[in-house]
């Protein structure tokens, strides 16, 4: 029987069946031509049955591809499916075929509701047999499909793998590259085949597929494949019985074979019986064509989204128009390119295939060309070329009339209400807590992480550390909408959600550390309701925890969310109070922690000594009962840590330069300190330890090695005096502490140690004390930079006021 037949025939003698690849630009003209030409009375699509009623919103204005039927288990929404369609998609150009033409347009794929199911019973039937649960994990698949071509749904979470169709038709064709041949045979053909007739492609890949599934070439048949072609054939029986003007079918090409051939309603019904089922809603959502690529990680879709919807939008010479596109964008990014470059690249494409014996430039011929002329050979501005334009950060839209879960609507609203847009492209934001609608925003953002919801991560800010800046990095991805629609158990807006799933989060976190930091959290976000809770649990686990790590790792955070209160206006008073009794206890259990510690737990420990003396340093003079301010009481601990032999070097070494820092502790009593370590009586290994402490970590101990001779000595002699077979043991320790100085130290260093003890006082000494310093702060050197700070700050009138101290003070500086 003939194509033309066949249409004919669409009521008579059978259904018209357009087997299509899903999201291919040719399909989906063939699509379009095949139904005017044919005229049919009902238009049935694969898909989830469940979404006929949003049918209707694909004709909204407001609706534009791509976006995706999104459906999810109401009792676990973390189950998930998508079937993303663009506009060069087929089954959205049947849809909107049918709107246009008041045709009824029906979804045929086996319902949601069993297939969400299905997939949960092979999940819990997987984590009885290898003992890990899989629950949650399918919206992460979501659109892995198996590599079969034009034949499969767009469906999550199918982790079967099957042979692909294209590949197999193209080996059989005589081609290696299964996308190279699809755009030969189908992408670069005009309307309809060769001789006119619309439904000549669709007959020939009806064979072609019905042969690969003959011989087994095209994978096989797995279970769901029969499953859901039974459940088609019952729709299509169905459809045949309402409509007396024929019914039109588009689906992937694989179930073509199978929707032909003759079954009875009795065997297909029985193939159904059984089947587990669960309660499901669906809804319409925006999609990416990032997200619809392969390297997306969609299984069923094309390797180039972006050129795709080139090829099916532009009217007339695709080439070109590409090129032209492609010329601008470039052009975009401060490249010199002309319309030479692209009148040369044109003529390049097209004779690259004329020698690849193509019937048109294909993409491969356009990116060469574009290399070639456009890049200077360079695959470097050819990568931006791909991301942008061959892939695409184009993000759909969906009406609001769209079914949503609360969550959703009361998210969408703060997003207008914000002009904050949801973007494919990934993009900075710098926020100015200050500004009302700038804090608003980052709150949002910050309650959003709470939730699971990623659509921004915080990044450092440039050109300030001040508390009242926050930079994010947005990006809106399609499964955002999963992970809305899975928060919203835990409310019904955006601030009721967040609060609650902190108080949840406050009750089960494992450790002290969780609980400190969730403060900080609410406090960013703004839960002033569930700051309360988190506060309370909080006190009480600090109350019964007793190890002074925990109690050192949980003190940091809270002491951060402290600087938070002036800029978003939170009541940080409890937060004050229970991070000085957290301090208070750390420096009671410090000393006896830090007893008879081996390797990695000194080192561990180092870290919470440092953790710890940052968070004093913000906490400030706190009053501590009994003991003045908290500063004070812990240099009190520093100096304790410092002297006792029991405490690891590293650990030691690292007490005396944190007093040496804040001035507690004068030049030579650090040099007597370091004396004592670096004895002929300290062991080596720990001698080293010491230095590490001392002068490593990234704490700027190079820098003080270097204008500070006295102790370059003192590290120069006793190094020197290693004895051989135990300098090979503490060699490792050396390089790991002297490798973290920057270049230009190491320099320094090295020029110092070469020159000798006798010549370093005469290169650097400056003066009396300290060598390398003057004595007393010069204030007409200090003096110098001010008119270059006045140029930098602005004009005079302006310029920061000098105090009327020392002279060096710049005050009215924003920090």
Not at 355 to 373: H, S, W, Y
Not at 704 to 729: I, K, M, P, S
């Amino acid at each position: 029987m003939t194509g033309t037949d066949r249409g004919a025939a669409g009521g008579a003698l059978g259904p018209l069946l357009l087997g299509v690849r899903h999201h291919g630009p040719g399909s989906a003209r063939a699509v379009r031509a095949a139904l005017e030409a044919a005229r049919p009375g009902v238009v049935l699509i694969e898909g989830p049955p469940e979404a006929d009623a949003l049918i209707p919103l694909a004709a909204d204005e407001d609706m534009r591809p791509p976006v995706a039927l999104l459906a999810h288990a109401v009792d676990e929404p973390g189950r998930s499916a998508f079937w993303p369609l663009a506009e060069f998609s087929p089954e959205w150009v049947a849809l909107r075929w049918a709107l246009a033409h008041d045709v009824p347009a029906r979804f045929i794929d086996l319902p949601a509701a069993h297939s969400l199911a299905w997939r949960s019973q092979e999940d819990t039937q997987g984590e009885d047999a290898e003992g890990e649960s899989t629950a949650g994990k399918d919206a992460e698949r979501a659109g892995e499909e198996p590599e079969a071509g034009p034949g499969d749904p767009t469906c999550a979470s199918a982790p079967e793998v099957r042979v692909d169709p294209l590949a197999a038709l193209a080996g059989a064709a005589g081609h290696d590259d299964p996308e190279r041949w699809w755009e030969d045979v189908v992408e670069h053909q005009g309307h309809g085949g060769g001789d006119g007739d619309a439904l000549a492609p669709f007959t020939a890949l009806e064979e072609a597929m019905g042969a690969l599934r003959e011989t087994g070439e095209g994978g096989g048949h797995d279970e769901r494949d029969l499953v859901r072609e039974a459940y088609m054939r019952l729709q299509v029986r169905a459809a045949q019985r309402e409509s007396a003007r024929g019914v039109a079918v588009v689906c992937g090409a694989w179930h073509v074979p199978a929707l032909r051939r003759k079954v009875t309603a009795t065997a297909d019904r029985a193939l159904l019986k059984g089947l587990p089922r669960t309660k499901v809603d669906l809804t319409w959502v925006p999609w990416t064509y990032r997200r619809l690529s392969r390297s997306g990680g969609y299984g069923a879709g094309v390797e180039s989204p972006g050129w795709y919807a080139h090829l099916f939008g532009a009217a007339d010479r695709p080439v070109e128009r590409w090129l032209t596109k492609v010329a601008g964008l470039l052009r975009d990014e401060g490249r010199t390119v002309s319309s030479a470059h692209v009148i040369e690249a044109v003529r390049l494409a097209g004779t690259l295939a004329v020698l690849r014996g193509r019937p048109l430039a294909g993409l491969g011929e356009t990116t060469d060309a574009v290399r070639a002329v456009m890049c200077d050979g360079s695959d470097v501005p050819l990568a931006l070329v791909r991301d942008r334009l061959v892939v695409g950060d184009v993000l759909g839209e969906v009406p609001a009339g769209a079914p949503a879960v609360p969550l959703q609507r009361d998210l969408a609203r703060l997003q207008r209400r914000l002009r904050l847009k949801p973007e494919a492209r990934r993009r900075e934001l710098e926020l100015d807590l200050r500004k009302d609608t700038d804090a608003s925003r980052g709150r949002l953002l910050h309650r959003l992480r709470l939730l699971g919801v990623g659509w921004g991560e915080p990044a450092a800010s440039r050109g300030s550390t001040g508390t009242f800046r926050e930079t994010w990095r947005l990006r809106w991805d399609p499964e955002l909408s999963v992970r809305v629609a899975e928060a919203g158990v835990w409310g019904t807006t955006v601030l009721a959600a967040a609060t609650a799933k902190a108080e949840a989060d406050a009750v089960t976190a494992r450790d002290l550390a969780e609980v400190t930091a969730l403060a900080e959290r609410c406090l960013l976000a703004g839960l002033p309701d569930a700051l309360t809770p988190v506060m309370r649990i909080l006190a009480d686990r600090a109350a019964l925890d007793t190890d002074v790590g925990h109690l050192a790792r949980a003190l940091p955070a809270l002491v951060r969310s402290l600087r938070y209160g002036d800029v978003r206006g939170t009541d940080t008073g409890a937060l004050a109070e229970v991070a000085a009794g957290l301090a208070q206890r750390v420096f009671v259990g410090l000393p006896a922690a830090c007893a008879a510690l081996d390797t990695d737990a000194a080192d561990e420990m180092r870290g919470h000594v440092d953790a710890v003396h940052g968070a004093v340093g913000l906490l400030g003079d706190t009053p501590a009962p009994g003991h003045g301010g908290l500063r004070s009481r812990w240099q009190e601990v520093l100096r304790t840590l410092s002297a006792r032999d029991l405490v690891p070097g590293v650990v030691r070494g690292r007490a005396v330069r944190l007093l040496l820092d804040d001035g507690v502790l004068a030049a030579d009593e650090a040099a007597r300190f370091m004396g004592l370590a670096l004895s002929r009586g300290t062991p080596p290994a720990d001698a080293a330890a010491w230095i590490e402490g001392f002068v490593g970590g990234g704490s700027g101990g190079g820098l003080l090695l270097l204008h500070d001779e006295r102790l370059l000595a003192l590290v120069d002699a006793w190094l020197t005096g290693v004895a051989a077979e135990a300098f090979t043991d503490v060699l490792p320790l050396l390089r790991r502490t002297f490798a973290a100085y920057e270049p230009g130290v190491r320099r320094g260093l090295g020029e110092l140690v070469r020159r000798g003890p006798g010549a370093r006082g005469r290169v650097t000494t400056a003066g009396p004390g300290i060598p390398g310093f003057a004595a007393d702060l010069d204030t007409e050197r200090a003096d110098a930079v001010l008119p270059v700070v006045r140029l930098l700050l602005g004009p005079e009138g302006k310029a920061p006021a000098r105090s009327g101290t020392d002279g060096n003070d710049l005050v009215g500086v924003d920090a």
